[in-house]
């Protein structure tokens, strides 16, 4: 799969997104497997944005992440779940990517749409690393 780079458009964007520069943003990245991504269910989305009001990404025990993302979690040896930081911006036209770049993490979710919006969220990522900081972009192409 070949993901778009994003075009951000932002009237007034959320404090959440957070831009990777431009180095990382077009240099070299590596996508995490979408079986290693889990978006936080609509009943949890406000627990996962109280949790995440203050840092980006938070590491969780597998029974934390179940909580966030029902019973069809599953983590493989060797990896450990993290809470992170998302938007959306029309969910039924995008998709989220969630990339790691060397220590970092960039989640990024691409829709279609007209005007600038965007939802937080929360995903559950599986990693076989530690996280350093974490970056979250909206893209929306009309």
């Keep these: 799969m070949v993901a778009c780079l994003p075009r951000l458009l932002s009237a ?38 109280a949790e995440l009001q203050k840092i980006p990404l ?3 025990s597998h029974a934390q992440a179940r909580k966030f993302t029902g019973a069809y979690y599953s983590c493989p040896k060797g990896k450990r779940p993290y809470l992170i930081r998302a938007l959306f911006g029309y969910g039924g036209t995008g998709k989220f990517w969630v990339y790691r770049i060397k220590r970092e993490v960039w989640v990024l979710h691409e829709s279609l749409g007209q005007d600038f919006t965007s939802t937080r969220t929360g995903l559950i990522v599986n990693l076989d690393f530690d996280p350093a900081k974490a970056y979250v972009t909206v893209s929306i192409v009309k």
């Design 12 to 49: 007034a964007p959320d404090s959440w997104i957070a831009e990777p520069p431009s180095s990382i943003a077009f240099g070299k990245k590596e996508a995490v497997s979408d079986g290693d991504v889990f978006e936080v269910v609509a009943s949890m989305r406000g627990n996962a944005e």
């Design 58 to 60: 938070i590491p969780l």
